[in-house]
């Protein structure tokens, strides 16, 4: 069976971010919702608007949707179905342009940041 991971080398040797940030998911994602993808049964429901990735809600957060070990290897089990969140945090220098989340999360795992400032 073919596995999915998180994006293409680095980010599948890294999932810093799925484990350092809280991962909040619009209303509309998640899949109680008319075309939405998101499993709800991932959801941390903290009020009607205020969602999040299951896990990340808490002070030592990692995604529900995370598999592997930070830094060595990584899958994320709904990467068809990830939130907008998911899919808008860039990997560092992936579009020439910097992203100093993606550098703190992977500085707070021992891991190198790609940027220079
Ligand atoms: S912290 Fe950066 S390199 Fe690591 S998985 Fe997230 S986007 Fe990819
Ligand atoms: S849904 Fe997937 S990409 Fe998003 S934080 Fe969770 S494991 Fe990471």
Not at 25 to 53: H, K, W, Y
Not at 77 to 96: A, D, G, K, Q, V
Request: glycine content about 8%; hydrophobic content about 30%; aromatic content about 10%.
């Amino acid at each position: 069976m073919q596995e999915t991971y998180i994006r293409h080398s680095p980010c599948e040797r890294c999932g810093a971010c799925c484990a350092f940030f809280r991962v909040s998911v619009p209303t509309a994602e998640t899949n109680d919702a008319a075309g939405g993808l998101v499993p709800a049964d991932m959801i941390f429901f903290s009020n009607s608007s205020q969602r999040c990735m299951k896990g990340t809600e808490t002070t030592s957060p990692r995604c529900i949707a995370l598999e592997g070990n930070v830094g060595v290897r990584v899958k994320c089990t709904i990467y068809e179905n990830r939130p907008s969140t998911c899919r808008n945090f860039s990997l560092s220098w992936e579009h020439n342009i910097g992203n100093r989340l993606c550098d703190k999360a992977r500085g707070v795992f021992g891991l190198q940041a790609f940027s220079q400032y």
